[in-house]
């Protein structure tokens, strides 16, 4: 498995609270990616990571933020979580010179209350 | 119309059969086509890419791409129960653009 941990696992949160989801790698892969995967849409962007604080947005970035100050971490947060942000979230990894080859973690199961 | 169509299934097969999945695609600046494989409450693995058109094989899977169809699939020959999973399409133009487009996924059930 490609090095990479998320943390937590899983959490169980209140609406408006904030959020931080944290990814791992030990890859010293250049990209890095955050998804949500809900049923009945699949995998879907929130933000991405090119560099350290280099970031864009996804598909679904409404309500999220990210940052990456290191190689290896890239942090996703909530600012106030909304029942529509209960989910499971992937963060993935890529060489750049391979960005289509996507590593992903084991995910974290989120629930907002 | 989603830029990426995948039968979400379920599909049931006995074990020892040949499977047949699918996606169709709206896109026609997608390059990079790949397959990726997710066991329940894990995250997906890569199973296989093609660029552009083509064929792939690597052991009991293979993987085509037909770009004047916009239409790739995925082929798993003498199917296990090891391989009951869902199975999500994805794909991305390159160029400068580096996000991926995947498809809702198709769940497998091999019946030993």
Redesign the interface.
Known sequence: DAGITQSPRHKVTETGTPVTLRCHQTENHR?MYWYRQDP??????IH?S?GVKDTDK??VSDGYSVSRSKTEDFLLTLESATSSQTSVY?C?I?EWTR?????????TRLTVT | QKEVEQDPGPLSVPEGAIVSLNCTYSNSAFQYFMWYRQYSRKGPELLMYTYSSGNKEDGRFTAQVDKSSKYISLFIRDSQPSDSATYLCAMCSGAGSYQLTFGKGTKLSVIP
């Not at chain 1, 009945?40 to 962007?45: C, E, P, Y």
């Not at chain 1, 960005?99 to 995910?107: T, V």
């Open positions: 990209y009945g849409h699949g995998l879907r962007l991405y090119y996804g598909e992937f993935a890529s960005f289509y080859e996507q590593y992903f973690g084991p995910g």
